[in-house]
């Protein structure tokens, strides 16, 4: 066969060569001018607005290495709420602030806690307003869980080595997010090309509403959890476990 | 642009008859399966009303596949809420097995869809980062400046995921070349 000479290169663009995506529909043109019809000409935004959005896009894009840069500074800096949104989006982390306080490290490291098993994930699919993410390095959640507002859906797994996991996830571009307050190193890592947060060792979670203030669960201590974002859902998993377990259980997820 | 912000409707018209085309190949090859002439029409609409945040002199191709890409994006998700992921996929690889068949050599034409088969579906097996810029770079055939903007990457990233991209393949492929001739 005289493709198996041939570079991937070469057959990357042999594939795309071969890959049909059809026309576009016959009524497109009229369609979007239609709809376009009614609405007002597009003007320009000012300079002022454009450079902000080139500032945050900017900063967006590069959120890691700024962070390099600013992150010694930011960490003793006491944020107020509004900012720390901000802060935490500009990172890239949409649904996630992290808070570091001065104190000490809690000594034991809780078990995390385990979802009901009232729920199947098909008919947890059903009720929430995004599509489940589930790790295939796990099988299926042995308790599965949907919020009151079905906006996050919690599983767990039970009865492995490590004693019990639990994933929790949720469209990161919603208003409220979790808080994470934490005495000890936080680690940024790379899940799968995903960025992630590595939390090594137990702190406390609680979940913020859009203004900041806690949602109705008080802080609970919580177990080592690795927190990334992928495809707009952000991801939380929590065990007993190092980062490699966590790593590999966060990049079989499908 | 510019003639459209005057207020030259026309203007636009031509501008999605341009461009329309890769917009659609945008919209497949990103997952939006069944719902690609959807995404297609939606992101038109959308890139209609945000260009006033156009920034005069960029490229208007990579600026409004990216508003197709987070279109088709979604309409991916949604598909798979629905339970759809099965048949989103059995239609790319229909769609080019057909185009594959009609070479001149039947047999040959068999060894090569088989091999293109398995690179497509090794792509799509890829962490999303990494299968996103392949199928830019190389599905979409666009160039590294495109893809920053299409995918909202810096540079250096597109360029340091692909390298990636590009060696995970290798692997999986010349794994499964073993499995094959053994």
């Given at each position: 066969m005289p493709e198996a000479t041939n570079s991937l290169d070469a057959e990357l663009r042999a594939l795309a060569g071969e890959l049909r995506a059809g026309q576009p529909a016959d009524g497109l043109v009229d369609a979007v001018l239609h709809r376009i019809g009614a609405e007002p000409v597009p003007g320009r935004s000012s300079r002022f607005a454009q450079t902000v959005r080139r500032v945050r896009g900017w900063l967006l894009a590069r959120w890691r290495s700024v962070l390099a840069a600013l992150g010694v500074l930011l960490i003793g800096l006491a944020l107020a709420p509004p900012v720390r949104a901000t802060v935490a989006e500009w990172f890239g982390f949409d649904g996630v602030i992290v808070r570091r306080e001065p104190g000490s490290v809690p000594s034991t490291t809780p078990a995390p806690p385990v979802a009901s098993s009232n729920l199947t994930l098909d008919q947890a699919r059903r009720l929430l307003r995004f599509a489940p993410l589930v790790p295939a390095a796990l099988g299926p959640p042995s308790g599965v869980e949907v919020s009151a507002d079905r906006r996050v859906l919690s599983m767990t797994w039970t009865?492995?080595?490590?004693g019990t996991i639990r994933l929790d996830e949720f469209d990161g571009r919603l208003d409220w997010r979790f808080a994470k307050t934490v005495h000890a190193d936080v680690r940024f890592v790379d899940v799968g090309g995903w960025p992630g947060l590595w939390f090594p060792v137990a702190h406390d979670v609680a979940w913020l509403d859009a203004d900041g203030t806690p949602h109705t669960q008080p802080p609970r201590l919580a177990a080592p959890t690795l927190v990334w974002e992928q495809s707009g859902t952000t991801l939380r998993l929590e065990g007993r476990i190092d980062l490699a377990r966590a790593t590999a259980i966060a990049t079989s997820v499908r | 642009v510019a003639r459209v912000r005057a207020g030259e409707t026309d203007a636009y018209a031509e501008l999605v008859r341009r461009h329309a085309p890769i917009a659609r190949r945008t919209a497949v090859l990103l997952g939006a399966g069944p719902d690609a002439d959807d995404v297609v029409q939606e992101g038109f609409v959308k890139a209609y009303r945000a260009l006033g945040r156009f920034r005069d002199g960029a490229a208007f191709r990579p600026w409004l596949l990216r508003i197709v890409a987070n279109e088709a994006r979604n309409a991916h998700r949604m598909a798979v809420r629905r339970g759809n992921r099965e048949e989103t996929a059995a239609l790319l690889a229909t769609d080019l097995l057909y185009r594959a068949g009609d070479a001149a050599d039947p047999v040959r034409s068999v060894l090569v869809t088989d091999r293109r088969a398995r690179l497509l579906g090794a792509v799509r097996e890829l962490p999303e980062p990494f299968r996103l810029v392949v199928t830019c770079r190389y599905l979409l055939d666009l160039d590294e400046a495109e893809t920053a903007t299409v995918l909202g990457w810096p540079r250096g990233t597109v360029k340091s995921r692909l390298h990636r991209a590009l060696a995970r393949l290798r692997e999986e492929l010349g794994a499964g070349e073993v499995v094959t001739d053994a």
């Open positions: 009865g492995g080595p490590e | -």
